[in-house]
């Protein structure tokens, strides 16, 4: 069962950075794609940022276009989330996934097979 934790959430106040990490339990598995999704309380998870193992592409919500930055960490199947110019809109819940199988779309929560148990981001004005 593979396990992934992350790591560097906390409160911060609006304008202000956070870097998130996400590391998983072993390197036995390959990830198609590692994601970053995000939950507020009373609303449905959503699509943060992901990036494709392989090619390196990497995607992003509109809301967070050009103030996160998703990359990979130098463990394998870990990657960082560069949070800048943080809003108070983006306090949330914010939970680490993979993708461990080929042909899921990395848009939807389905497309991952495994989560971490998420990290407390709290913004203020």
């Known amino acids: 069962q593979v396990q992934l934790v992350e790591s560097g959430g906390g409160l911060v106040q609006a304008g202000g950075s956070l870097r998130l990490s996400c590391a998983a339990s072993d390197d036995t598995f390959s990830s198609y794609a590692m994601g970053w999704y995000r939950q507020a309380p009373g609303k449905q998870r959503e699509f943060v940022s992901v990036i494709g193992w392989k090619s390196g592409l990497t995607y992003y919500a509109d809301s967070v276009k050009g103030r996160f930055t998703i990359s990979k960490a130098n463990a394998k199947n870990s990657v960082h989330l560069q949070m800048n110019n943080l809003k108070p809109e983006d306090k949330s819940i914010y939970y680490c996934?993979?993708?461990?199988?080929?042909?899921?779309?990395?848009?939807?929560?389905?497309?991952?097979?495994?989560w971490g148990q998420g990290t407390q981001v709290t913004v203020t004005s």
């Open positions: 996934a993979t993708d461990t199988l080929s042909g899921n779309n990395w848009f939807l929560t389905d497309g991952y097979d495994f």
